[in-house]
C-alpha cells in the first residue's frame, strides 16, 4: 500500500511503500490486548511487603496470663487482631514477569500499526531530522500536520534534533523505530514515522514470502464469501 508523504511545512511532496505484512493485516486483538498485559506486568517492580507477626517490633512476653482475668486469652500483643500487629496474607516482595513467544509479541506490534493505519492515524514526515532543536519549531510542525490529541514520533535512531526538539512538549513522545511496542503505539493518538524509519520497522516486522498469505488465495476466498452472501441474500 501507498501513503503520503508530508514534509515540514504539512504538504504532500510525494508518496511512501509500505509493506502490506506489517501495516496491511486484519489486527488480532487478543494477542494486542496479551501483549499490552505482559508489558505493563514486566514493568512492575514487585518490592511491596508487609510485616508478619515475626517481623513486627515487641510481643515478645505474653500480655496476661491465659486464666483468671475474665478476658479472651491473648499470646501477643502484635498477634494479627492487635492494633500494630502484624498482617495476615499481606503481600511480599515477588515477581510479576510474563513470558511471550517472539512472535506474537511481533504480531502484536503490527496488528496495533495496521489498526493506526485503518483509523487513519498514521502520518509519514520526510526531512524532520532537519527540524531546528528547539521546542517552539517542533510545536509549528506537528501545528502544520493532521490535528492529533497526542503524537508518538518514530525515528530510525536517535535523533539529537526531534528529540530536544520534542522533549517539553506534553503528549508527545519520542521512540526509536527498534523500540517500537504495542503499549505507546495503542496509548498515542497519532503515529508520526519519519521516512527513514519504515524500512527499520519493516526489517524487523515483516514476514518471509513463504509465510504470506497468498494473493491468490486471498481472492478466492473473498470471492467465496461474496458468493456466500449472494445466496443468503
Do not use: C
Not at 526531512?127 to 510542525?141: H, I, N, S, W
Amino acid at each position: 500500500m501507498n501513503v503520503d508523504v508530508f514534509d515540514l511545512n504539512g504538504a504532500v511532496v510525494g508518496t511512501a511503500e509500505l509493506d502490506d505484512s506489517v501495516w496491511g493485516i486484519e489486527p488480532n486483538v487478543a494477542v494486542m490486548h496479551q501483549a499490552l498485559l505482559r508489558q505493563q506486568a514486566n514493568k512492575r517492580l514487585g518490592t511491596h511487603d508487609t510485616k508478619t507477626r515475626g517481623e513486627v517490633r515487641g510481643g515478645g512476653r505474653k500480655p496476661w496470663r491465659q486464666k483468671g482475668t475474665g478476658r479472651a486469652r491473648q499470646g501477643s500483643i502484635r498477634s494479627p487482631q492487635w492494633a500494630g500487629g502484624g498482617v495476615v496474607w499481606g503481600p511480599h516482595p515477588r515477581s510479576y514477569r510474563q513470558d511471550m513467544p517472539r512472535q506474537m509479541r511481533r504480531l502484536a506490534v503490527r496488528s496495533a500499526l495496521s489498526a493506526k493505519v485503518r483509523d487513519e492515524r498514521l502520518t509519514v514526515i520526510d526531512g524532520l531530522d532537519g527540524v531546528e532543536p528547539r521546542t517552539k519549531a517542533m510545536k509549528a510542525v506537528l501545528a502544520a500536520l493532521p490535528a492529533s490529541r497526542s503524537i508518538l514520533i518514530v525515528t530510525p535512531g536517535r535523533v539529537e534534533a526531534v528529540r530536544r526538539g520534542a522533549g517539553n512538549l506534553p503528549e508527545v513522545l519520542t521512540i526509536q523505530a527498534p523500540y517500537l511496542n504495542v503499549r505507546d503505539v495503542l496509548k498515542y493518538d497519532r503515529l508520526l514515522v519519519m521516512r527513514e524509519s519504515i524500512p527499520v520497522i519493516e526489517n524487523i516486522l515483516a514476514l518471509s514470502e513463504d509465510r504470506r498469505e497468498p494473493s491468490s488465495w486471498k481472492l478466492a476466498r473473498l470471492a467465496a464469501n461474496a458468493a456466500a452472501a449472494a445466496e443468503v441474500a
